[in-house]
Each structure stands twice: as structure tokens, then as C-alpha cells.
T-cell receptor, first 113, second 115 residues
Framework: AQKITQTQPGMFVQEKEAVTLDCTYD???????LFWYKQPSSGEMIFLIY??????QNATEGRYSLNFQKARKSANLVISASQLGDSAMYFC??????????FGTGTRLQVFP | KAGVTQTPRYLIKTRGQQVTLSCSPI?????VSWYQQTPGQGLQFLFE???????NKGNFPGRFSGRQFSNSRSEMNVSTLELGDSALYLC??????????????FGPGTRLTVL
């Protein structure tokens, strides 16, 4: 079974609008971490935001916020005020305990003027 | 602080050859992980090293091997290259994978093409 599911292969958003990228996960471990990475066409994976399973509040980092719904096992990334430079692949990832990092299949985001 | 560096950035090899990729982690980081990324299989975990010991290993054949040195730099080796080994190989470093909040930071990758 997929541990990390990203159901949106591609998303379009207009510049300055907000966009939500979906991520659901599956784990029975009470201790886990959720991560979002951005991968531009250059290939480098850029860390965006982290949410721990015990964190009471949703994580935020600048224009990025994580809509963490633990009961639904979802960790959606919200990008506010999209910019052209946000066009990239976005990956959701999870680490159970101190095990390896597992990635979803990614969502390609395209921002248009 | 310098980021994760990987060398070489691009590599072209022929089937049957072997290749060694290098990764230098962020200063102070003691863990290095390796991933293979292909259009068909996505991001797949290869192995993780911490303080010169392999902590985790993915489901790859024995042709794929790695090691970590005392300065935390890591190398991965692929022997008897196959066409299917063509991929972007990403290295990531982190401080301590035993910490729940430990975050991996990635290098720019090595793009390997096998002809």
C-alpha cells in the first residue's frame, strides 16, 4: 500500500492566487514527521516545511503553510500569493520514527501570469 | 554555510562499466542518504549512512553500494551498469536521523546516463 499519496499529477494557478497541494499518508506509528520539498527543473530538492505528528499547530514558513489534519491523515501544502518562480514539482514525504524518508509521486505546479 | 555538494554533476557511461558518485554533506551533518530518481519509478531510497554506519537500505541489487568516511563525506558505487541505471542520483544530508525533527537537505544531484 502507498504510504504517501499525492493525487494531483498537475495543478495550475494564476500568479498571486493561493493554491493547495494535496497529500495523504498512511502509518500506524504515532511518531512521524511530514515534509514538503520543491524540485525546480534544475533538479535540486529544496526543503520547504516540516510538520511533526505531535505538533499542535499547523506549520508555517513564509508563504508556505501546512494544513495538517491528523485524523484524516492529510498534510496539504498551501502556497499563498503564488509567484512564477513557484512553478516546479512538489513532493510530500514522511518519516516514521527514525526510519527512512518516503516520498510521494509529486505534483507539478504551473503558475501562469 | 555551504550546502550539500555532489560530484560530478553529469556523467555518461556505457553498459558494464562502473561509476562512483561523491557527496559532501553540510558542515556538522553526520548523516547522508542517497536516492535514485527516474521518470518511471519516481524517488527511490537507496541507503542511509550515519557516523560511517549504514542505518537503512532500500530495495536495490547488490550492484549498488555505498560508504561514508570519518569526515561524513559519502560515496556510492554502481558496478556493471545497466541502461536502467540512467537516473538523477540525489544525496541528502541531515544532522542526526535519530531526532524526530531531523530534516534532510539535498544536493543538486548527479545525472547519470548509461549508453
Amino acid at each position: 500500500a502507498q504510504k504517501i499519496t499525492q493525487t494531483q499529477p498537475g495543478m495550475f494557478v494564476q500568479e498571486k492566487e493561493a493554491v493547495t497541494l494535496d497529500c495523504t499518508y498512511d502509518t500506524s506509528d504515532p511518531s512521524y514527521g511530514l515534509f514538503w520539498y520543491k524540485q525546480p527543473s534544475s533538479g535540486e530538492m529544496i526543503f520547504l516545511i516540516y510538520q511533526g505528528s505531535y505538533d499542535q499547530q499547523n506549520a508555517t514558513e513564509g508563504r508556505y503553510s501546512l494544513n495538517f489534519q491528523k485524523a484524516r491523515k492529510s498534510a496539504n501544502l498551501v502556497i499563498s500569493a503564488s509567484q512564477l518562480g513557484d512553478s516546479a514539482m512538489y513532493f510530500c514525504a514522511m518519516r516514521e520514527g527514525n526510519d527512512k524518508l518516503i516520498f510521494g509521486t509529486g505534483t507539478r505546479l504551473q503558475v501562469f501570469p | 554555510k555551504a550546502g550539500v555538494t555532489q560530484t560530478p554533476r553529469y556523467l555518461i557511461k556505457t553498459r558494464g562499466q562502473q561509476v562512483t558518485l561523491s557527496c559532501s554533506p553540510i558542515s556538522g551533518h553526520r548523516s547522508v542518504s542517497w536516492y535514485q530518481q527516474t521518470p518511471g519509478q519516481g524517488l527511490q531510497f537507496l541507503f542511509e549512512y550515519f557516523s560511517e554506519t549504514q542505518r537503512n537500505k532500500g530495495n536495490f541489487p547488490g550492484r549498488f553500494s555505498g560508504r561514508q568516511f570519518s569526515n561524513s563525506r559519502s560515496e556510492m558505487n554502481v558496478s556493471t551498469l545497466e541502461l536502467g541505471d540512467s537516473a538523477l542520483y540525489l544525496c541528502a544530508s541531515s544532522f542526526d536521523p535519530g531526532l524526530r525533527t531531523d530534516t534532510q537537505y539535498f544536493g543538486p544531484g548527479t545525472r547519470l546516463t548509461v549508453l
